[in-house]
């Protein structure tokens, strides 16, 4: 079991920077794959990057490509997701999400089974 606790998120105006931090509880952090989902109101929730283990492989959505960045650290049992340039449809709530390792880094939501509880980022114009 995984306990997830999201914080860091915020109002800054576009072309900004907000930096998420994820806290896990599970004594065995170190073995999961994790990622940052996001949901805007009336949207559904999407994947935004993922990470695993080791932190040698990481994805992201085509959208936040040279803008987000993902990285943990297994010693904390913390994710992070440093998000820079950040534009208003970057508006939404925020989650970090943890599954037991695969092949590859799984964007689809229903593959992660402990979440957090969110934090909401908004992006002024």
């Known amino acids: 079991q995984v306990q997830l606790v999201e914080s860091g998120g915020g109002l800054v105006q576009a072309g900004g920077s907000l930096r998420l931090s994820c806290a896990a509880s599970?004594?065995?952090?170190?073995?999961?794959?994790l990622a940052w989902f996001r949901q805007a109101p009336g949207k559904e929730r999407e994947f935004v990057a993922g990470i695993n283990w080791s932190s040698d492989r990481t994805y992201y959505a085509e959208s936040m490509k040279g803008r987000f960045t993902i990285s943990r650290d297994n010693a904390k049992s913390t994710v992070f997701l440093q998000m820079n340039f950040l534009k208003p449809e970057d508006t939404a709530d925020y989650y970090c999400?943890?599954?037991?390792?695969?092949?590859?880094?799984?964007?689809?939501?229903?593959?992660?089974?402990?979440w957090g509880q969110g934090t909401q980022v908004t992006v002024s114009s």
């Open positions: 999400a943890a599954t037991v390792p695969v092949n590859g880094i799984v964007t689809s939501a229903t593959a992660y089974p402990f």
């Open positions: 599970a004594r065995t952090f170190s073995r999961y794959t």
